[in-house]
């Protein structure tokens, strides 16, 4: 912990990496404070036939099909903000890539009274809603006949700029690609992690410091020059932060050296008190504390499902 311009470098070290750290997760609030999402909880084939088999015929409401497929969707309000119906322009359409779409039902709601309306035309799915309060939700079950290669949704909603869609029926995954907050705290999170270590290292060394001070043989006390105090204190007291530190070294420079008993046991006791004063392990405590926050910032962000 070293000083300069009166400045403790590990106080505004911890100040601009604090904002490394907390910057990028707060844009990501604000940026995310309206958001619509779709997940896809499954899609399963309930029945196919991949070749044709004589005298085998698949009907669904008396039309022949190859294959039926249900796709089972959540969405959700995932931002921050309530949407409503004077917030929507055009409402959420999601189009299905299929041979025919047989039918589009709501299974699940949250609340029980959302009260969704779905309309299904063709391949496309509309859903609307009067108010969607943050973590509201639909679940929704879509038929399909034929092939099946996906699906895509639209929406011209206020503050939305696209609808997120996951796909949460497949394993954790890593996303393909990371926003540069990503890298800016997991930089900033490697830095408090290896600012921690070090201050958890100061810790031992205080206290061989005070120990030597208490029993007169520490060699700041007995240096035979200013010079030679000046380098002892900053070798074997830079832990000391900004004004502790400085407070020693004022000591250090207004005595006459060689030091008399005198000039000796002051230097001695402020020196003590001063590193008695010293909380390595609490700077180390919450360093570790933010190195963990934009762990979780980064594995939040880097890990899809």
Do not use: C
């Amino acid at each position: 912990m070293k000083i300069s311009g009166g400045l403790s470098l590990t106080l505004l070290g911890l100040i601009i990496g604090t904002l490394g750290v907390v910057s990028p997760i707060a844009w990501d609030w604000w940026n995310k404070r309206a958001q619509l999402t779709i997940e896809t909880k499954s899609s399963v084939s309930i029945v196919s036939i991949s070749q044709p088999i004589k005298s085998l015929v698949l009907t669904y409401n008396s039309r022949k099909v190859s294959e039926l497929r249900k796709i089972t969707l959540i969405v959700r309000n995932s931002g921050r903000t309530p949407i409503t119906k004077d917030d929507v322009i055009a409402p959420l359409t999601m189009t299905f890539l299929a041979d025919e779409l047989l039918e589009a039902t709501i299974v699940r709601q949250v609340p029980v009274d959302l009260n969704p309306t779905i309309t299904a035309t063709k391949n496309t799915v509309t859903l609307a809603f009067t108010l969607l309060n943050p973590r509201d939700e639909a679940e929704v079950e879509v038929l399909t006949a034929g092939k099946y290669s996906g699906y895509t949704a639209t929406a011209r909603i206020k503050n939305i700029d696209a609808v997120e869609i996951a796909d949460i029926s497949r394993a954790i995954k890593i996303r393909n690609y990371f926003s540069f907050g990503v890298y800016v705290a997991g930089a900033f999170g490697l830095l408090f992690a290896l600012a921690a270590v070090s201050l958890l290292f100061e810790i031992p060394a205080s206290k061989r410091a005070r120990a030597a001070l208490q029993d007169d043989s520490h060699r700041l006390l007995h240096a035979q020059s200013r010079g030679e105090a000046l380098g002892y204190l900053k070798s074997d007291l830079g832990f000391l932060s900004g004004s502790r530190l400085r407070r020693v070294r004022d000591k250090v420079s207004t005595h006459a050296w060689p030091l008399d008993d005198s000039s000796r046991n002051e230097l001695k006791d402020i020196s003590i008190m001063e590193s008695s004063a010293e909380n390595s392990l609490g700077g180390a405590i919450l360093a570790f504390a933010l190195a963990g926050l934009a762990l979780w910032y980064v594995l939040s962000n880097v890990i899809a499902r």
